[in-house]
C-alpha cells in the first residue's frame, strides 16, 4: 500500500510540476490570443524603484510583437514617451530613463506590447 500511494502522489506532483511549467511561461493565451500579462509583469523589472526620476527598465521578452513604453503621472498625463529609447535585444528590452526633474510622487511605467499592457509603479523621491 505504501508504494501504491508514493507512486499516486510522485505521479500527482509531476502533473502539477509540467502543468504549471507548460501553462505559466506561455506568453500568449491561446484562448484570446493576447499576451499573459501576468507572467510578463513578472518579467519586467524597474530598478531602483524608489528613484531620483531615473531609473532602469529591463524585460525578459522574446516575442516579435511591437513594444512601446510611456510615462505618466498619477492624473494619467503623460511624463515621458521612451520608446525611442528602449534597446531592443534578442531576448530583452531595457531602457535607461530619466524623467528630467520631476517632481515627487508616484509615477506609472507603461509597457505595450502587441495586444498586452504591462503597468509598474515606480515612487520617486
Do not use: C
Not at 499573459?36 to 527598465?57: A, H, I, Y
Not at 521578452?61 to 510611456?70: C, F, P, T, W
Amino acid at each position: 500500500m505504501k508504494k501504491y500511494t508514493a507512486f499516486i502522489i510522485g505521479i500527482m506532483f509531476g502533473v502539477i510540476l509540467v502543468s504549471h511549467s507548460a501553462f505559466s511561461q506561455s506568453t500568449v493565451d491561446p484562448a484570446s490570443g493576447n499576451l499573459n500579462t501576468e507572467w510578463l509583469s513578472e518579467q519586467l523589472k524597474v530598478f531602483p524603484n524608489p528613484s531620483d526620476g531615473r531609473f532602469q527598465l529591463k524585460l525578459k521578452y522574446d516575442g516579435q510583437e511591437k513594444v512601446s513604453a510611456k510615462v505618466f503621472d498619477i492624473t494619467g498625463k503623460l511624463v515621458k514617451d521612451i520608446t525611442a529609447d528602449l534597446v531592443i535585444g534578442k531576448e530583452t528590452v531595457t531602457s535607461e530613463v530619466d524623467l528630467q526633474a520631476p517632481g515627487t510622487g508616484i509615477y506609472f511605467l507603461r509597457i505595450d506590447i502587441g495586444k498586452g499592457t504591462v503597468t509598474k509603479k515606480i515612487l520617486v523621491r
